[in-house]
């Protein structure tokens, strides 16, 4: 029928590709890891027909080395791995948050440690995502949950990487990575496509790290803007400095244009949220699981809510503390052992924190949940 | 021969070369040691590149990590200093998103050959087109002296305090069976030679290797009772290199323990950047 | 139909579970209008060892993505049969391959049992299409998808110069659980 969407029963990885392609990615760079392969393995066959380049690299490093390479030459770039392969990549995140080189890196994430669980899930690469490359800094990283979600919030990361001039990072598991529901392209135009914003002032005038931004424009080489890049602390001319001033001041702008913006980065789900005595925090394919045990303890007239993040950092600390402050309890179910609900604790005064955690490769179910939310009802 | 051609020839060799037209302004000086030979090679290359005809904004200058690889700073490119072992690999990516691109890579013995091995064997296998300078001085300088993959066995360094028991690379025999389609060798001594290798290298279609012999006083030389900057450059870069044109001419005893000089391989090579807007076209049925 | 019907296909590596999982899903979610969730779980090898494919149903958005109680599973062999049939839920369905799985578990779910494989093999000289023939089954059976869907998303699954085969798989599924409910009527 003219003007009907066609559904498309689709896997979360290819869903993850589709939604690249639409945010305007047009540059992938990849190593083979298990269970995010499938990102590559589409846009290896989807990119050439848009006038996309992917090349699958050496290894894990020269996959982030290169992305940010491509980013730099102009074109909105992306990555996917998972577990080892997120650890290998770290170095180059860090580049990337250092000379504010706008990248997407998706984790798929399995069991660990070490090469651990190939084929299970896992959600305990979070607190890596935010600590795992060396030095200070702020990250940004999505968990979508849903299909049709890993599509929406892959465009929403190269949104936000294009806006803040800042790597980000698509968290999702194996459960979602792997599995298929139906989901609708959106039409062209139907969601935001945010582009980097480009240099309007003549060469000779223009600074990549300009301090008068809170996020300076960003040249692509070979347009006549002729700077310098370096993971090394930089002036405002984006040359290295051994000044004290002025490696404090550089650190502290990566901060606060995170900081400062928090409220637009942000992105959460409320469910039953206005009444909920007993509040579930959760993310990823495990919110699905506390939605449905939320929605269960509705029926037997519990009044629990949950807070699902789809923004996992900036922690969403504002919306958190919001709903706590209604709440006898927050019960926090994770796949790792006990990384989330830390970051919990450290913001909720009052209410009781409970963790549910689960390394057995198996989803934490929704009877897991209800157990605890009847203990607290 | 006229007088009038006489004077323009003259004129020519007299009129020194403005290396200002590539150097960025307030960036020098630069922080290579007195004695070091990198300053040597930027301005053969800067002559080269000069040469080549190529426009400023189109040339993409990446580095890794090392002494050498502070050499985007100082030059009015498109500059990237990138990671340890890296530079090829962001390389790629200019490269690969930006054809159009000219993409030299300074990189050093320690930063191309042992952190960066993986990245610069695969670079040479694909083909991909770009200029890679590997500035070999056989120590890790910027570290304080250690050694390298192509520190000569016997050598002392800061971490091989009793002689070092390990074999070197030879860099262009390792780029060669890569796949690199240019491969050559030159020295911070020879300085003209090396500016007709570094123009030919960036001329090349394809990835072209270039090792560049040079030495480091301070801290390879001191370490092996080198007594100076210059002796260790006749020593090392003069007699200890041939160049690969009279190699043949020579008896075998005064080409043995030496290295090669000049273009030491060149084959023709599908390039991949190419590759991969045939591998578009043939997807759009071109 | 309540809020979720929870199918499992459960073989070896190999037997095609997951595309089972797959042409189920898309026959209840592009072609019945329904949600459907198609979710696996594999080992590292792509031939042998136990291998699963879950398929949620629902009128409405589906949260939980794995089976909890099974309405209908599917076992091609022993070992799947064994590890997996826990789930099924009082009053479900275990439809087994009954060359392959002798010792059936007790239980107060309804079993049919057939020779798939064999059949396969016999009426049509090829064994791969053992799992299509137990999606008709399975949709004749529970019911959960239409006829034409099923018809429909299994030819958008298969290459041309295969659908006639697999056509006529389907039909032997559909008529041989025609056969086992009157039978069990």
Redesign the interface.
């Known amino acids: 029928m003219a003007g009907e969407k066609k559904k498309r029963l689709m896997q979360g990885n290819e869903a993850c590709a589709e939604g690249a392609l639409y945010a305007g990615c047009r540059f992938y760079a990849g190593y083979p890891i298990t269970p995010s392969t499938e990102v590559a393995e589409v846009l290896s066959a989807r990119l050439p027909t848009v006038g996309g380049k992917f090349i699958q690299m050496e290894d894990e490093i020269a996959s982030i080395s290169a992305t940010i390479g491509g980013s730099l030459a102009g074109l909105k770039s992306m990555t996917a791995t998972s577990g080892p392969g997120f650890s290998l990549k770290q170095e180059g995140i860090g580049f990337a948050c250092m000379a504010e080189v706008p990248c997407v890196i998706v984790n798929v994430m399995r069991g660990g440690p070490s090469t651990g669980y190939p084929t299970g899930p896992s959600q305990s690469d979070v607190m890596q995502a935010k600590w795992g490359t060396h030095g200070d800094h702020p990250v940004i990283a999505v968990t979508p949950a849903y299909v049709q979600e890993i599509f929406s919030e892959t465009v929403r990361a190269f949104n936000l990487a294009e806006k803040y001039r800042t790597p980000v990072m698509v968290l999702y598991d194996e459960i979602v990575g792997h599995m298929r529901e139906a989901i609708t392209i959106p039409e062209a135009g139907e969601l935001e496509v945010v582009d980097r914003a480009k240099p309007e002032c003549p060469p000779e005038e223009y600074l990549p790290y300009d301090q008068r931004y809170e996020i300076p424009p960003l040249a692509p080489f070979g347009e006549g803007y002729r700077f310098h890049v370096t993971g090394l602390n930089h002036k405002d001319d984006g040359f290295p400095t051994n000044d004290p001033g002025m490696i404090e001041e550089g650190n502290k702008r990566l901060l606060r244009k995170i900081e400062n913006n928090k409220e637009d980065i942000w992105c959460n789900e409320d469910y039953y949220l206005d009444d909920a005595e007993v509040l579930v925090f959760s993310f990823g394919s495990t919110a699905r699981s506390a939605r449905f045990a939320v929605r269960k303890a509705r029926e037997k007239g519990i009044k629990a809510g949950l807070l699902r993040a789809l923004t996992l950092w900036p922690f969403p600390d504002k919306a958190l503390k919001d709903a706590a402050s209604r709440a006898r309890a927050v019960i926090v179910p994770e796949m790792n052992l006990g990384q989330i609900v830390e970051e919990v604790q450290r913001h909720v005064a009052g209410p009781a924190v409970e963790g549910i955690h689960r390394v057995d490769g198996e989803p934490i179910t929704p009877a897991q949940i209800i157990e605890v939310i009847e203990r607290y009802a | 021969m006229s007088a009038g051609a006489a004077t323009a020839k003259k004129q020519k060799i007299s009129v020194p070369f403005d290396y200002s037209k590539y150097l960025r302004a307030g960036k020098l000086p630069h922080i290579w040691c007195p004695g070091c030979g990198h300053g040597i090679v930027l301005k053969s290359l800067l002559r080269a590149i000069d040469k080549s005809g190529l426009e400023k904004d189109q040339i993409c200058m990446v580095s890794g990590i090392g002494c050498s690889s502070r050499t985007p700073g100082y030059v009015d490119f498109n500059t990237l200093h990138t990671l340890h072992g890296r530079a090829v690999s962001y390389a790629t990516g200019v490269k690969l998103a930006k054809p159009e691109l000219k993409v030299i890579v300074v990189t050093g013995d320690g930063d191309a050959l042992a952190i960066g091995g993986n990245h610069f064997i695969h670079t040479c296998r694909r083909n991909i087109d770009m200029t890679i300078l590997v500035y070999s001085n056989a120590i890790y300088g910027m570290t304080g002296g250690q050694f390298s993959p192509t520190t000569p066995q016997g050598s002392m360094s800061t971490t091989s305090r009793y002689g070092n028991i390990e074999p070197s690379f030879d860099c262009c025999e390792l780029a060669k069976a890569s796949g690199a389609s240019f491969v050559a060798r030159g020295t911070a001594y020879h300085t003209q030679e090396l500016e007709r290798i570094l123009l030919r290298s960036i001329q090349h279609k394809g990835t072209s290797v270039v090792e560049i012999i040079d030495s480091c006083p301070v801290y390879y030389g001191r370490q092996n009772k080198f007594k100076s900057a210059s002796q260790m450059m006749e020593m090392i870069e003069k007699d200890g290199t041939v160049s690969v044109k009279q190699a043949d001419r020579l008896p075998p005893e005064k080409v043995e323990g030496k290295l090669l000089r000049g273009i030491l391989h060149e084959a023709e090579r599908p390039e991949y950047c190419e590759e991969y807007q045939r591998l578009i076209d043939k997807v759009h049925g071109k | 139909m309540g809020d979720r019907y929870e199918l499992r296909f459960s073989g070896s590596g190999g037997q095609g579970m997951i595309l089972a999982g797959?042409v189920m899903?898309?026959a209840a979610?592009?072609y019945d209008d329904k949600?459907?969730?198609?979710?696996?779980?594999?080992?590292?090898e792509s031939r042998g060892g136990a291998s699963k494919a879950e398929v949620i149903i629902s009128d409405q958005p589906?949260?939980?993505?794995?089976a909890?109680e099974i309405d209908c599973m599917l076992a091609l062999t022993q070992e799947a049969c064994t590890k997996y049939h826990s789930d099924i839920k009082e009053g479900g369905i275990l439809l087994v391959d009954s060359d392959e799985v002798k010792d059936v578990p007790e239980g107060r779910f309804r079993v049919f049992s057939y020779p798939i494989i064999e059949t396969a093999r016999e009426e049509l000289g090829k064994t791969i299409v053992a799992n299509i023939i137990s999606l008709g089954m399975i949709a004749e059976l529970t019911g959960i998808v239409s006829r034409s869907a099923m018809e429909k998303a299994v030819m958008a699954r298969v290459p041309k110069a295969f659908q006639e085969l697999n056509r006529k798989a389907l039909e032997i599924g559909f008529e041989k659980a025609r056969e086992l409910k009157a039978a069990s009527s």
């Open positions: 797959i899903a898309e979610a592009i949600i459907a969730v198609q979710s696996q779980s594999y080992g590292p589906i949260d939980y993505p794995k909890t």
